[in-house]
Protein backbone atom coordinates (compact mmCIF):
# COMPACT_ATOMS: atom_id res chain seq x y z
CA UNK A 1 0.00 0.00 0.00
CA UNK A 2 1.48 3.38 -0.85
CA UNK A 3 0.89 6.16 1.76
CA UNK A 4 0.49 9.60 1.15
CA UNK A 5 4.14 11.57 2.21
CA UNK A 6 4.22 14.94 4.50
CA UNK A 7 8.16 14.51 4.88
CA UNK A 8 7.80 17.51 7.06
CA UNK A 9 6.46 15.56 9.89
CA UNK A 10 9.47 13.13 9.78
CA UNK A 11 9.97 12.11 12.86
CA UNK A 12 12.18 8.36 14.62
CA UNK A 13 9.73 5.97 15.88
CA UNK A 14 12.62 3.27 16.22
CA UNK A 15 16.48 3.11 17.69
CA UNK A 16 18.12 -0.36 17.87
CA UNK A 17 21.72 0.02 19.44
CA UNK A 18 24.82 -2.59 17.80
CA UNK A 19 27.99 -2.39 19.84
CA UNK A 20 29.95 -0.47 17.34
CA UNK A 21 29.31 2.38 15.11
CA UNK A 22 27.27 2.00 12.11
CA UNK A 23 28.24 2.21 7.99
CA UNK A 24 25.98 1.93 5.93
CA UNK A 25 22.24 0.07 5.84
CA UNK A 26 19.28 -0.87 3.59
CA UNK A 27 15.52 -1.96 4.39
CA UNK A 28 14.10 -5.09 2.42
CA UNK A 29 11.55 -4.76 -0.48
CA UNK A 30 8.69 -5.96 1.64
CA UNK A 31 9.07 -3.44 4.78
CA UNK A 32 9.76 -6.63 7.34
CA UNK A 33 13.62 -6.49 7.53
CA UNK A 34 16.49 -3.61 7.89
CA UNK A 35 20.23 -4.31 7.48
CA UNK A 36 22.94 -2.84 9.01
CA UNK A 37 26.89 -2.81 8.80
CA UNK A 38 29.20 -1.30 11.64
CA UNK A 39 33.37 -1.23 12.13
CA UNK A 40 33.09 -4.38 13.96
CA UNK A 41 32.70 -6.07 10.09
CA UNK A 42 29.58 -7.61 10.92
CA UNK A 43 25.94 -7.13 9.66
CA UNK A 44 23.35 -7.10 11.64
CA UNK A 45 19.53 -8.22 10.42
CA UNK A 46 16.89 -6.28 12.71
CA UNK A 47 13.46 -7.26 12.68
CA UNK A 48 10.87 -4.56 11.93
CA UNK A 49 9.36 -3.36 13.97
CA UNK A 50 10.44 -5.16 16.57
CA UNK A 51 13.74 -4.50 16.69
CA UNK A 52 15.16 -8.60 17.06
CA UNK A 53 18.46 -8.58 15.72
CA UNK A 54 20.63 -11.48 13.98
CA UNK A 55 24.01 -10.64 13.76
CA UNK A 56 26.46 -11.98 10.19
CA UNK A 57 29.69 -12.76 10.06
CA UNK A 58 32.47 -13.68 7.21
CA UNK A 59 33.44 -10.33 6.35
CA UNK A 60 36.99 -9.08 7.03
CA UNK A 61 36.86 -5.35 6.93
CA UNK A 62 34.03 -2.91 6.62
CA UNK A 63 31.34 -3.22 4.14
CA UNK A 64 30.10 0.15 2.63
CA UNK A 65 27.76 -1.78 -0.34
CA UNK A 66 24.33 -3.97 0.21
CA UNK A 67 21.47 -4.92 -1.93
CA UNK A 68 18.35 -7.01 -1.31
CA UNK A 69 16.88 -9.33 -3.94
CA UNK A 70 13.47 -7.68 -5.22
CA UNK A 71 11.96 -10.84 -3.57
CA UNK A 72 13.81 -10.03 -0.06
CA UNK A 73 14.87 -13.29 0.04
CA UNK A 74 18.76 -12.89 -0.79
CA UNK A 75 20.97 -9.83 0.66
CA UNK A 76 24.55 -9.23 -1.22
CA UNK A 77 27.24 -7.62 0.26
CA UNK A 78 30.44 -6.11 -0.63
CA UNK A 79 33.67 -5.85 1.87
CA UNK A 80 36.54 -3.69 1.59
CA UNK A 81 38.81 -6.47 1.06
CA UNK A 82 36.96 -7.22 -2.15
CA UNK A 83 34.61 -10.23 -0.81
CA UNK A 84 31.15 -10.32 -2.67
CA UNK A 85 28.61 -12.32 0.11
CA UNK A 86 25.52 -13.68 -0.86
CA UNK A 87 22.97 -14.34 2.23
CA UNK A 88 19.88 -16.16 2.97
CA UNK A 89 18.10 -13.98 5.25
CA UNK A 90 14.49 -14.98 5.29
CA UNK A 91 14.58 -18.20 7.48
CA UNK A 92 14.86 -18.92 10.87
CA UNK A 93 18.51 -19.27 10.66
CA UNK A 94 19.87 -16.89 8.03
CA UNK A 95 23.02 -17.93 6.80
CA UNK A 96 26.27 -17.22 3.90
CA UNK A 97 25.22 -18.57 0.52
CA UNK A 98 28.45 -18.24 -1.30
CA UNK A 99 31.69 -15.80 -1.35
CA UNK A 100 33.30 -14.64 -3.87
CA UNK A 101 36.80 -12.74 -4.16
CA UNK A 102 35.55 -10.69 -6.31
CA UNK A 103 37.23 -6.79 -6.70
CA UNK A 104 41.13 -5.95 -5.63
CA UNK A 105 40.32 -3.11 -2.64
CA UNK A 106 37.08 -1.65 -1.41
CA UNK A 107 34.05 -3.05 -2.85
CA UNK A 108 31.94 0.69 -2.95
CA UNK A 109 28.43 -0.66 -4.61
CA UNK A 110 26.75 -3.12 -5.71
CA UNK A 111 22.71 -3.23 -7.15
CA UNK A 112 20.88 -5.82 -8.71
CA UNK A 113 19.05 -5.62 -11.76
CA UNK A 114 14.79 -4.86 -11.56
CA UNK A 115 14.03 -8.62 -13.01
CA UNK A 116 16.27 -9.93 -9.97
CA UNK A 117 19.05 -12.24 -12.61
CA UNK A 118 21.99 -10.31 -12.27
CA UNK A 119 24.21 -8.22 -9.80
CA UNK A 120 26.63 -5.32 -10.23
CA UNK A 121 29.60 -4.95 -8.32
CA UNK A 122 32.11 -1.72 -8.52
CA UNK A 123 35.30 -0.86 -6.77
CA UNK A 124 38.34 0.66 -5.95
CA UNK A 125 40.56 -1.40 -8.78
CA UNK A 126 38.14 0.49 -11.55
CA UNK A 127 36.57 -2.35 -12.45
CA UNK A 128 32.66 -2.91 -13.61
CA UNK A 129 31.56 -6.16 -13.20
CA UNK A 130 28.65 -8.55 -13.06
CA UNK A 131 27.24 -11.79 -11.58
CA UNK A 132 24.79 -14.60 -11.87
CA UNK A 133 22.20 -14.28 -9.02
CA UNK A 134 21.53 -17.70 -9.38
CA UNK A 135 24.82 -19.42 -8.84
CA UNK A 136 26.97 -16.66 -8.00
CA UNK A 137 29.18 -16.95 -11.44
CA UNK A 138 30.77 -14.16 -13.10
CA UNK A 139 29.30 -13.15 -16.31
CA UNK A 140 31.43 -10.47 -17.61
CA UNK A 141 33.87 -7.75 -16.10
CA UNK A 142 35.42 -3.97 -17.51
CA UNK A 143 37.15 -1.06 -17.27
CA UNK A 144 36.72 2.36 -18.64
CA UNK A 145 37.17 4.75 -15.82
CA UNK A 146 39.95 6.21 -14.32
CA UNK A 147 39.36 6.75 -10.61
CA UNK A 148 37.62 4.66 -7.67
CA UNK A 149 34.27 3.76 -8.17
CA UNK A 150 31.91 4.72 -6.03
CA UNK A 151 28.16 4.21 -6.60
CA UNK A 152 26.24 1.65 -9.49
CA UNK A 153 22.55 1.87 -10.46
CA UNK A 154 20.89 -0.17 -13.06
CA UNK A 155 18.16 1.27 -15.20
CA UNK A 156 14.98 0.38 -14.56
CA UNK A 157 14.60 -1.78 -18.31
CA UNK A 158 17.78 -3.46 -17.02
CA UNK A 159 19.43 -2.79 -20.63
CA UNK A 160 21.60 -0.04 -19.31
CA UNK A 161 23.93 0.28 -16.20
CA UNK A 162 24.95 3.42 -14.70
CA UNK A 163 28.67 4.27 -12.65
CA UNK A 164 29.86 7.27 -11.16
CA UNK A 165 33.30 7.85 -9.87
CA UNK A 166 35.65 10.14 -8.07
CA UNK A 167 36.08 12.12 -10.96
CA UNK A 168 32.71 13.03 -11.32
CA UNK A 169 32.01 11.35 -14.46
CA UNK A 170 29.48 9.21 -14.74
CA UNK A 171 29.13 7.03 -17.37
CA UNK A 172 26.14 4.51 -19.09
CA UNK A 173 26.90 1.29 -20.40
CA UNK A 174 25.11 -0.95 -22.80
CA UNK A 175 25.01 -4.21 -20.83
CA UNK A 176 24.34 -6.34 -23.76
CA UNK A 177 27.68 -5.53 -25.35
CA UNK A 178 28.86 -3.35 -22.36
CA UNK A 179 29.97 -0.61 -24.56
CA UNK A 180 30.13 2.93 -23.14
CA UNK A 181 26.81 5.06 -24.57
CA UNK A 182 27.86 8.69 -22.83
CA UNK A 183 28.78 10.15 -20.29
CA UNK A 184 27.58 12.65 -18.35
CA UNK A 185 29.70 15.30 -16.67
CA UNK A 186 28.84 15.88 -12.88
CA UNK A 187 32.60 16.89 -11.96
CA UNK A 188 31.28 19.61 -9.82
CA UNK A 189 31.03 16.73 -7.24
CA UNK A 190 35.12 16.29 -7.73
CA UNK A 191 37.52 18.88 -5.54
CA UNK A 192 41.49 18.68 -6.24
CA UNK A 193 43.10 19.70 -3.18
CA UNK A 194 46.50 21.00 -4.23
CA UNK A 195 47.89 22.03 -0.56
CA UNK A 196 46.19 18.51 0.71
CA UNK A 197 47.54 16.76 -2.30
CA UNK A 198 44.27 15.27 -2.47
CA UNK A 199 41.64 14.44 -4.68
CA UNK A 200 38.07 14.37 -2.72
CA UNK A 201 34.53 14.31 -3.77
CA UNK A 202 33.20 11.68 -6.61
CA UNK A 203 29.92 10.36 -7.33
CA UNK A 204 28.53 8.84 -4.01
CA UNK A 205 25.17 8.08 -4.70
CA UNK A 206 22.86 7.59 -7.87
CA UNK A 207 19.18 7.47 -8.15
CA UNK A 208 17.06 7.48 -11.07
CA UNK A 209 13.37 8.06 -11.75
CA UNK A 210 11.66 6.62 -14.25
CA UNK A 211 8.42 8.89 -14.67
CA UNK A 212 10.82 11.85 -14.58
CA UNK A 213 13.83 10.89 -16.46
CA UNK A 214 16.03 12.43 -14.57
CA UNK A 215 19.18 11.26 -12.88
CA UNK A 216 20.34 12.70 -9.77
CA UNK A 217 24.27 11.99 -8.40
CA UNK A 218 24.94 13.29 -4.87
CA UNK A 219 28.58 13.91 -2.89
CA UNK A 220 29.84 17.04 -1.93
CA UNK A 221 31.94 20.63 -2.85
CA UNK A 222 33.89 23.10 -1.71
CA UNK A 223 36.81 20.67 -0.17
CA UNK A 224 38.39 23.69 1.30
CA UNK A 225 40.06 21.32 3.85
CA UNK A 226 39.20 17.55 3.00
CA UNK A 227 41.51 16.05 5.69
CA UNK A 228 39.84 18.16 8.56
CA UNK A 229 36.14 16.88 7.14
CA UNK A 230 35.32 20.64 5.96
CA UNK A 231 32.94 20.39 2.96
CA UNK A 232 29.26 20.79 1.83
CA UNK A 233 26.81 18.26 1.24
CA UNK A 234 25.88 18.61 -3.23
CA UNK A 235 22.75 17.48 -5.22
CA UNK A 236 22.68 17.52 -9.00
CA UNK A 237 19.82 16.74 -11.13
CA UNK A 238 20.02 15.48 -14.47
CA UNK A 239 17.60 15.44 -17.60
CA UNK A 240 18.07 11.61 -18.38
CA UNK A 241 17.71 12.40 -22.31
CA UNK A 242 19.95 15.12 -22.71
CA UNK A 243 22.01 14.94 -19.60
CA UNK A 244 22.03 18.30 -19.18
CA UNK A 245 22.39 19.47 -15.80
CA UNK A 246 18.92 20.75 -14.17
CA UNK A 247 19.40 21.66 -10.77
CA UNK A 248 22.45 22.14 -8.33
CA UNK A 249 20.79 21.48 -5.18
CA UNK A 250 23.68 23.14 -2.65
CA UNK A 251 22.65 23.25 1.06
CA UNK A 252 23.67 26.62 3.36
CA UNK A 253 24.99 26.04 6.92
CA UNK A 254 26.45 22.39 6.57
CA UNK A 255 30.24 23.59 6.63
CA UNK A 256 30.60 19.64 7.41
CA UNK A 257 28.44 17.58 5.39
CA UNK A 258 28.53 15.14 2.77
CA UNK A 259 25.79 13.56 0.86
CA UNK A 260 26.16 9.63 0.96
CA UNK A 261 23.12 8.82 -0.80
CA UNK A 262 20.14 10.19 -2.91
CA UNK A 263 16.58 8.81 -3.48
CA UNK A 264 13.57 9.77 -4.87
CA UNK A 265 9.97 10.33 -3.66
CA UNK A 266 7.52 9.49 -5.82
CA UNK A 267 6.38 12.84 -6.89
CA UNK A 268 10.12 13.65 -7.65
CA UNK A 269 11.30 14.72 -4.51
CA UNK A 270 15.03 14.17 -3.60
CA UNK A 271 16.43 13.01 -0.69
CA UNK A 272 19.78 12.94 0.56
CA UNK A 273 21.58 12.23 3.75
CA UNK A 274 24.80 13.98 4.92
CA UNK A 275 26.76 13.15 7.69
CA UNK A 276 30.29 14.86 8.59
CA UNK A 277 31.49 17.00 11.38
CA UNK A 278 27.71 18.74 10.61
CA UNK A 279 25.96 16.12 12.43
CA UNK A 280 23.52 14.22 10.51
CA UNK A 281 20.55 15.87 8.31
CA UNK A 282 17.50 14.75 5.99
CA UNK A 283 17.83 17.07 2.81
CA UNK A 284 14.84 16.88 0.68
CA UNK A 285 14.40 19.11 -2.85
CA UNK A 286 11.67 19.37 -5.51
CA UNK A 287 12.52 20.52 -9.02
CA UNK A 288 11.67 24.00 -8.79
CA UNK A 289 14.66 25.48 -6.74
CA UNK A 290 17.73 24.92 -5.63
CA UNK A 291 17.99 25.04 -2.15
CA UNK A 292 16.05 22.66 0.34
CA UNK A 293 12.50 22.58 1.13
CA UNK A 294 12.94 20.67 4.47
CA UNK A 295 15.46 19.45 6.61
CA UNK A 296 15.62 17.16 9.14
CA UNK A 297 17.66 16.90 11.81
CA UNK A 298 18.91 13.41 12.55
CA UNK A 299 20.65 13.09 16.31
CA UNK A 300 23.76 11.88 15.49
CA UNK A 301 26.19 11.96 12.09
CA UNK A 302 24.70 9.85 9.76
CA UNK A 303 26.72 7.61 7.08
CA UNK A 304 23.63 5.93 5.23
CA UNK A 305 20.03 6.05 4.34
CA UNK A 306 17.14 3.72 2.74
CA UNK A 307 13.70 4.67 1.97
CA UNK A 308 11.06 2.20 1.66
CA UNK A 309 8.23 4.06 -0.74
CA UNK A 310 5.18 1.86 0.46
CA UNK A 311 5.62 2.24 4.46
CA UNK A 312 6.95 6.01 4.69
CA UNK A 313 10.26 4.05 6.69
CA UNK A 314 13.20 5.59 6.28
CA UNK A 315 16.36 3.94 8.12
CA UNK A 316 19.48 5.77 8.74
CA UNK A 317 22.93 4.22 9.94
CA UNK A 318 24.70 6.37 12.57
CA UNK A 319 28.20 7.09 13.58
CA UNK A 320 26.73 6.34 17.67
CA UNK A 321 25.75 2.91 16.93
CA UNK A 322 22.37 3.13 16.25
CA UNK A 323 20.01 2.30 13.32
CA UNK A 324 17.09 4.90 13.60
CA UNK A 325 13.93 4.28 11.94
CA UNK A 326 11.57 7.28 11.13
CA UNK A 327 8.48 7.97 9.62
CA UNK A 328 7.33 10.53 7.28
CA UNK A 329 4.17 10.97 8.17
CA UNK A 330 0.81 11.37 5.93
Not at 191 to 215: C, I, M
Not at 251 to 273: F, H, N, S
Amino acid sequence: MNLPIDFTKTHVVHQWKHDRPLIACRISPDGQQAVSTSEDSSLQLWRIPGGEKTILKGHESWVHALCYSPDSQQLVSGGCEGSLMWWAVRTDAPSLLRKSDAHSGWIRGVAISPDGSTLASVGNDMLVKLWSMANGEKIAEWGGHERHIYSVEFHPSGNQLITGDLLGKIHVWNIADRKLERTIEATPLYTENKGQQAEYGGVRSLAYHAERKELIAGGTHKATNPFGAVHEPLMLRFGWDDGALRKSHACEGIPGGLVWRVQWLKDGTAVGVSGGSTGGLLLFFNDSQEKEIHRFNLPSLARDMDIHLESNMVATAHFDSHLRISIMNA
